[in-house]
């Protein structure tokens, strides 16, 4: 027997009958013996519905109020799982977030979870109930429901996982797994029977959609082992109820991997635009002067690059924001023009990051000039680099992407078998 939490996102549980086929998974487990949690999602599109509905009411509304009205979705996903696996026999109920508790801070509507206390839901599965929970939210200090922000049920999974002390969390989502990249821009991606944490957390960061960034983390601060599956396979197929080894990808510890691959998977992340700074003045301070007031106004800066001068009096710094917050990065800078000191702002929107992962690299050399090498017989202009112990990220003219993602996953062997 083991403790498994499962989450189902929001395709999963679309309508009564998506709900129906995840409540055979559900049961599948539980008439293995099994101890289950269920997180579950709004139904595709609700978020967004309700999203809209307090815009639509104010748009300077109270975020607390925010909260309560978008949390409702998760909460009516939970007790129609419920019902439905009550109809099929199975000891369930609905749990909404500050029920548990779990506790969060402060930060309506991007909070962040600060404890989940699991004895009662243990002592439930003492008594052979499953509990139904809903995703993304919890209770903050002030005694409000608070949201976790886009992508947060995810991280009431692992948060719950961790809390509960499970054998694992499933992730059932509208994909098998985590690829070698993504399969609508290579068909020949092959799905990985096992990624490390720091590599999935390096491709959620960099443009994977698979899992949110965040519940990454989490699952890597507390070993949290993950399975991410579809829930769109049949429940009671063969090998489906594994217990070591269902079908999906595997999230965990490296030292579980037994052959590392030199390169994992390619991640890319299109709509970058590259903002330049020419003839900055080079002294203490000034790095701290331009990043910290776009930081402010909640701009993420991700690639810089900074070039001194051969005098050493000056530098440029080149850095990239999504395309979207160009117009709001210039503006700061406009701002800091004086007081920072630089001639010439210049942007250019329309990039695209492309990223070679593996923790493989940390032990073999000539990963990054296999890739540029790559990328030049291709024709394909680098605009910047950045790397890091398991990743190189370079930045190019986004009509070049797909085939970059390509011509990468061929040139590291991504797309044998």
């Known amino acids: 027997m083991a403790r498994i939490v499962m989450k189902f996102g929001g395709t999963s549980v679309a309508d009564i009958a998506r709900i129906r086929n995840v409540a055979r998974h ?4 539980v008439d293995a013996g099994h101890e289950v949690a269920v997180v579950v999602s709004a139904m595709s599109g609700k978020t967004n519905e309700l999203v809209g509905w307090t815009r639509e009411a104010s748009p ?46 402060n930060a309506h509507g991007a909070a962040r979870i600060l404890d989940i206390d699991g004895a009662f839901l243990i002592k439930r599965f003492g008594e052979g109930q499953v509990a139904v929970i809903a995703g ?5 200090p002030d005694n409000r429901i608070s949201t976790l922000g886009r992508g947060g049920s995810d991280t009431s999974a692992v948060a719950i996982a ?32 096992k990624i490390s944490f720091e590599e999935m957390l390096e491709m959620a960061s960099l443009g994977a959609k698979v899992l949110q960034v965040r ?38 510890d490296e030292e579980e991997i037994v052959e590392q691959q030199v390169v994992t998977g390619i991640a890319y992340a299109k709509d970058e635009a590259q903002i330049s700074l020419r003839r900055v003045g080079d002294r203490p301070g000034v790095a701290a002067g331009i990043f910290g007031p ?14 001194i001068s051969e005098d050493g009096k000056s530098t440029d710094m080149t850095f990239t924001v999504p395309s979207g917050d160009v117009d709001k990065a210039l503006a700061v800078l406009e701002r800091l023009k004086a007081p920072i000191g630089y001639d010439v702002v210049q942007s250019e929107a329309g990039m695209s990051k492309v990223s070679v992962i593996g923790i493989g690299m940390r032990s073999h050399a000539g990963v990054a000039a296999t890739a540029f090498k790559a ?23 986004g009509p070049y992407t797909e085939l970059a993602v390509r011509t990468l996953h061929s040139v590291y062997g991504l797309d044998k078998q």
């Not at 993304?136 to 903050?140: C, E, L, P, S, Y």
């Not at 961790?162 to 092959?190: H, M, S």
């Not at 776009?294 to 070039?307: F, G, H, K, P, R």
């Not at 990328?375 to 370079?394: F, G, H, M, Q, V």
């Open 60 to 105: 300077m509304h109270d975020a607390r109020e925010y909260d309560a009205v978008v949390a409702s979705g998760e909460q009516i996903t939970a007790g129609l799982l419920a019902i439905t696996l009550q109809n099929m026999g199975v000891h369930a109920r609905s749990w909404q977030g500050w029920q548990i508790p779990i506790k969060t801070d």
């Open 26 to 29: 559900v049961k599948r487990e």
């Open 215 to 252: 519940s990454v983390e989490l699952a890597m601060v507390h070993k949290v082992r993950t399975f991410v599956r579809s829930s769109f396979d049949d429940p009671n197929a063969p090998g489906m109820g594994d217990l070591l080894n269902p079908p999906g990808t595997l999230i965990c």
């Open 136 to 140: 993304f939210q919890g209770i903050g």
């Open 162 to 193: 961790a809390a509960v002390k499970a054998d694992r969390c499933d992730i059932y989502t509208d994909v098998d797994g985590v690829y070698t990249t993504d399969p609508r821009i290579e068909p020949k991606a092959r799905r990985l029977a």
């Open 294 to 307: 776009l930081a402010e106004a909640n701009i993420n800066v991700d690639m810089i690059v900074q070039n």
């Open 375 to 397: 990328l030049a017989d291709k024709s394909i202009n680098i605009r910047a680099i950045t790397t890091s112990e398991i990743k190189i990220s370079i930045l190019i003219d």
